[in-house]
């Protein structure tokens, strides 16, 4: 049985129906296409037909989009092109039935799914939460190709159409309905009945008005629409892709080009503009290395984090949390959010006002973008019960501390804890670099043990390191793991050690950054090489942000346990003494005035620098920070603080913002070759010293040949 069959609920009226018998979720594959093309010529067979509705047989789920692994996999340009220009031919057969056709979207709409719909007349859409409508291709290296960057701009207007092609978001059925890529927006009860009056409203149209299209409304969009003002929209959007990207992704230049060109030409030679565009961008490392971390991300969301995969996670339906700074706040809002009571505790009264207002501002702020309602908002409120005293804890199944960082605080907290909870509740510590296996000492269960390292803002963050300790049971991972997933987060199990792997790998590169420094480097030069090398700051701007105090109390605790290569950093010292503790105040490596940094020239001065500085290419710069990333990586797979290569890369991604486009570190470093990486790093370690000898499983695999991952196209 094929994806798409054909059904005749009434006289005259064609269901036109995906349903992939072989999967949870329909996608567009080659299969798929060739389903729809014998489907249409059922339907093109029948004279007596006066409309179709395009629908999925799978309730509140409509097409997840075309086949990730396929476009991971095809390595054929060619290959390509036919597929795309197959696809084409099907969907115009479908925009060309010559009956009012109306798509029917109940669930995700995404990619493949939303352009087989915009070949039809008109859309209706599901007015529920789970309806997602967009074209995220972009977010995988490439861009829609399927006849989406030529039909949604003639649908919503360029303006709105490079919004969603060029930043891959996805809207909700009302926001749809307002930009105009659907017609209506129904209960989902309803949605067919809103789809057959639909239908009936074309009916009465002239055949070749029936297709909805975009007519601008009043003096600016006129105006944009004109030849000038269409100029002027392609000339501020690339500005805007460059500045975003610096030209690292070719995939948003590419819509552009396209979309440029075929918006004043017939719409079949526009569509194969778009197959001649997208054929090298699926075949090439961008978009190969960018489908590789979507697949490590889904892993990381579903897969088993033990070998007994029969272990199933404790439900975790009440949270106690001591502690109501910065990070508990983000933390009560996540917990609050997914249905979870949270019980959180302060010893200070104006810590728990202002972390109950951190939570609020937090809500308040994405109501704003999602229109959430203001009974949501307080009944989200409502699950936080705040209290001074140590007390309402017996109904946790999960205790987090969010204290300041510091062992024997927390010891004390847990201590407090841990005889208040359940014996069979878990017991959590949110740090970033403090041992949880010493954490757990003294605790009388410490097999229900286990650490979360947040990254800060946690409302915002997406990557969650699950810290196992020695003695953290099977049954405590799982939990924790399952509780990170359900607060929205991926996920990436570590062992205890110091600093996990974020902040562990990224400690050796902000150090090398003051290394720099020290040598006469401009921060202003060494920040301006790492952006140019595709990260979202450069180290002297994360470390402003972090906070000159925090930076150097994990530098103290990674300096004490790996000497030979984390130098303790004086020149952070210095600053911490002299009152400079980054954006928070104003005054660290940059002066900060709202969203405004300007490096401070006293700053050379006050270290005893001097004034000389010196100049290198962004290469020669980005290259020894970059190499000590890769390095210290490699010793983190090594050691086994994880299992595999994929965990560094998509916890140096989703934790540093490690340039995407690189597919991360270990994914860099086979890039460049692991011989040329181990040559390059034995010339430091000569020119530099000890703290860039490559590490052992670095030397072994370029010995032998072998690449951390798979081979990169």
């Known amino acids: 049985m094929g994806v798409f069959r054909v059904e005749y609920p009434k006289t005259g009226l064609a269901h036109l129906v995906m349903d992939d018998p072989e999967r949870k979720v329909n996608v567009l594959d080659e299969p798929a296409i060739a389903a729809l093309e014998t489907a249409l010529g059922e339907i093109e067979s029948r004279a007596d037909l006066t409309g179709v509705i395009l629908r999925s047989g799978k309730s509140g789920s409509y097409v997840a989009g075309a086949d990730v692994r396929v476009i991971g996999a095809i390595t054929d340009p ?6 795309v220009r197959r696809a084409h031919a099907a969907f115009s057969r479908l925009a060309n039935l010559g009956v009012p056709t109306v798509a029917a979207i109940d669930g995700v709409c995404l990619g493949g799914g939303l352009e087989i719909s915009l070949a039809c007349d008109s859309r209706v859409a599901a007015e529920e939460p789970r309806t997602q409508i967009g074209l995220p291709e972009v977010l995988l290296g490439i861009f829609p190709a399927f006849g989406g960057s030529t039909r949604l701009p003639r649908l919503v207007g360029l303006p709105a159409a490079l919004d969603l092609i060029l930043t891959g978001r996805t809207l909700d059925a009302k926001r749809a309905e307002k930009m105009g890529v659907i017609a209506k927006a129904a209960p989902a009860a309803w949605l067919l009945d809103a789809a057959e009056k639909r239908l009936a409203e074309l009916a009465k149209r002239p055949a070749g008005a029936r297709r909805d299209r975009f ?11 004109s030849a000038p003002g269409r100029q002027i929209v392609f000339q501020q ?8 990207t610096g030209g690292k992704y070719p995939a948003p230049l590419a819509a552009l080009d396209v979309i440029e060109r075929g918006m004043t030409l017939p719409l079949e030679q526009a569509l194969a503009l778009e197959a001649d565009a997208v054929a090298p961008l699926v075949t090439g490392t961008v978009c190969k290395n960018l489908v590789r971390i979507f697949f490590l991300q889904e892993d990381a969301k579903r897969a088993d984090v033990v070998p007994d995969a029969s272990i199933e996670p404790a439900p975790v339906r009440a949270m106690a949390l001591a502690g109501a700074g910065v990070m508990g706040g983000g933390i009560a809002e996540l917990a609050s959010r997914v249905g ?3 019980r959180w505790r302060d010893v200070k009264p104006e810590a728990l006002q202002k972390g109950l207002q951190t939570v609020r501002g937090i809500l308040d702020e994405r109501g704003r973008r999602k229109r959430t309602a203001a009974r949501e908002k307080d009944g989200q409120m409502a699950r936080i019960l705040p209290t001074l005293e140590l007390t309402g804890f017996a109904n946790a199944d999960l205790a987090i501390e969010a204290v300041v960082e510091d062992l024997d605080i927390k010891r004390r907290v847990f201590a407090e804890l841990e005889v208040r909870v359940r014996e069979d509740a878990i017991l959590a510590t949110n740090t970033s670099s403090l041992s949880v296996n010493a954490l757990a000492e003294g605790l009388r269960r410490p097999e229900r043990f286990v650490g979360f390292h947040f990254f800060n803002p946690v409302h915002k963050m997406p990557l969650l390191e699950v810290v196992r300790g020695e003695k953290t049971s099977d049954a405590t991972l799982v939990t924790a793991v399952a509780l990170a997933r359900r607060l929205g987060k991926t996920p990436v199990v570590v062992k205890d050690s110091p600093g996990f792997v974020v902040n562990r790998v ?3 590169y902000l150090r090398e950054a003051m290394h720099l420094f020290e040598e006469g480097y401009a921060v202003a030069d060494v920040d301006a090489a790492m952006r140019r090398f595709g990260m979202p700051m450069g180290p002297f701007e994360v470390v402003d942000e972090v906070g000159l105090d925090v930076a150097q109390k994990v530098a103290g605790v990674l300096s004490a346990a790996f000497p030979a290569r984390m130098a303790p950093a004086p020149l952070l010292e210095k600053l911490v003494a002299a009152g400079r503790l980054g954006r928070k105040n104003g005054r660290g490596f940059y002066r900060h005035q709202g969203r405004k940094r300007t490096p401070d020239a006293e700053v050379p001065a006050l270290l005893g620098l001097g ?16 190499l000590a990333i890769v390095n210290e990586a490699a010793r983190c797979l090594e050691e086994g603080i994880v299992s595999e290569a994929g965990h560094v ?3 140096m991604i989703f934790g540093t913002g490690f340039s995407p486009f690189l597919g991360g570190p270990l994914r860099w470093a086979d890039s ?14 000569a020119e530099q010293g000890a703290r860039f000898e490559p590490c052992a499983l670095l030397v072994r695999k370029a010995e032998r040949g072998e690449t951390f991952t798979q081979p990169v196209a």
């Open 78 to 83: 060619e290959q390509v092109r036919v597929l």
């Open 215 to 225: 007519r601008p409304k009043g003096a600016v969009p006129s105006l944009l629409a």
């Open 237 to 244: 959007a690339r500005a805007g892709v460059m500045k975003k």
């Open 340 to 342: 979870i009571s949270v």
């Open 506 to 508: 990224l400690m050796p």
């Open 611 to 626: 004034s000389s500085r010196r100049t290198a290419s962004a290469e020669q710069l980005s290259e020894r920070m970059g």
């Open 649 to 651: 890369d998509l916890a």
């Open 672 to 685: 460049l070759g692991l011989p040329h990486v181990v040559g390059r790093l034995r010339a430091l370690h």
